[in-house]
């Protein structure tokens, strides 16, 4: 039995850890870090135009560092609600990927940290790839839809 077969044998009656299965665990804890839906979207509200994201200069940006006030996130992520994009904000900062800046007299600022500016790469990558099948996804999110319907 290979490591996969026994990760999945496993892992549906017990609780595993990362340490568990070697060839998986990197996999497997990219996963866990990222399970909040949101946490990738926030990562990319706060990329720079530059870096990758497509959003416009903002006044909140520094000549060394882009950084972003709470209320310009928030209008960046209008379907994220408060409490959630708190949530996201303090396990991303926990995490190390994103730094929380106390600004004297305008309050805090979010920047990206150096981990979390190399992981626009591989998620401009995964942008482009949806960008390329957009088809593909849509029709097979149709097809589970009606999946559930039946």
């Known amino acids: 039995m290979n490591s996969i077969d026994r990760w999945f044998e496993s892992g549906v009656q017990e609780k595993t850890t990362s340490c568990d299965f070697e060839p998986l665990s990197p996999l497997q804890d990219f996963f866990s870090l990222f399970c909040s839906k949101w946490a990738v979207f926030v990562i990319a509200a706060l990329a720079p135009a530059e870096m990758g994201c497509e959003c416009e200069e903002d006044e909140e940006q520094k000549p060394n560092r882009y950084a972003l006030r709470r209320c310009v996130l928030e209008k960046r992520l209008p379907h994220v609600s408060k409490k959630v994009l708190t949530d996201t904000l303090n396990r991303l900062e926990q995490v190390r990927l994103i730094e929380r800046i106390e600004m004297p007299c305008?309050?805090?600022?979010?920047?990206l940290t150096h981990k979390g500016q190399r992981f626009l790469v591989p998620l401009r990558q995964l942008q482009q790839w949806?960008?390329?099948?957009?088809?593909?996804?849509?029709?097979?999110?149709?097809?589970?839809?009606?999946t559930k319907q039946l």
């Open 130 to 146: 949806s960008e390329c099948n957009q088809k593909f996804l849509k029709e097979a999110l149709c097809s589970i839809d009606d």
């Open 106 to 111: 305008r309050g805090v600022e979010y920047s």
